[in-house]
Structures are given as C-alpha cells and as structure tokens.
Nanobody, 127 residues
C-alpha cells in the first residue's frame, strides 16, 4: 500500500513557475512507475508526465514538453514536477499517481492503469 500527498500548488502569473511535490508513505516507491495527471471541470483526467522506476526514462505529453520536468528521489520517496513557462491552459488540479512496474522503460499513459492516487493540488495560472 502506498499513500501519496501532493503539495506545491498555488496561483501564479503566466510565464511563472511552480514545483509540485508528491510524497509517498508506506512502501518504497522504487518499484513503482510514477505519473502526473491533471484535470479540469467536466474533462477527463489527462496524463501530463511520467517517470520510470529507475528515473532513467521520462515521458511528457506534447503540450508540456520543454516546459515541465519530472524527477524522483527514491531515498526521500518523493517525486517532483517542475513547471516552467506556465500558461493559462495549465490551470487544473494536478494529481500524482503510482503503479507497480517491472519495466524500466514502459510508460503508462491512462489513468485507469494506476493503483494509487494523491488528493490533488490546485494550480491556477492567471494573465
């Protein structure tokens, strides 16, 4: 069992930066693929970024490539999402998620593939 808690959300002007953290408790996350999703009202939860169990492979949705970076610190059982050059359309509730993975390269892009979720943190980008 893994419990996930996100932090670091808030309000920022367009062009600004935020860093989200996802702290895990319970089992070690070294065997887990970690993903970041976001959701706006009335829309399905959207994959944003993911990182393999070793941290050696990362995947980003096209809309955030070059602006967002995900990383993990397995010793601290924490995953990060650094968000730069934020745009109005990045406004959403952001969630981290985890699932066990044997692969060091496969990326899980749909929300239904994940077993554990955080409670979400609001990111609001204004003009």
């Amino acid at each position: 069992q893994v419990q996930l808690v996100e932090s670091g959300g808030g309000s920022v002007q367009a062009g600004g930066s935020l860093r989200l953290s996802c702290a895990a408790s319970g089992r070690t996350i070294s065997d887990y693929y970690m993903g970041w999703f976001r959701q706006t009202p009335g829309k399905e939860r959207e994959f944003v970024a993911g990182i393999s169990r070793s941290g050696g492979s990362r995947y980003y949705v096209d809309s955030v490539k070059g602006r967002f970076t995900t990383s993990r610190d397995s010793d601290k059982k924490t995953v990060y999402l650094q968000m730069n050059s934020l745009k109005l359309e990045d406004t959403a509730v952001y969630y981290c998620a985890a699932r066990p993975s044997l692969s060091f390269t496969y990326h899980y892009l749909t929300w239904s593939e994940y077993d554990y979720w955080g409670q979400g943190t609001q990111v609001t980008v204004s003009s």
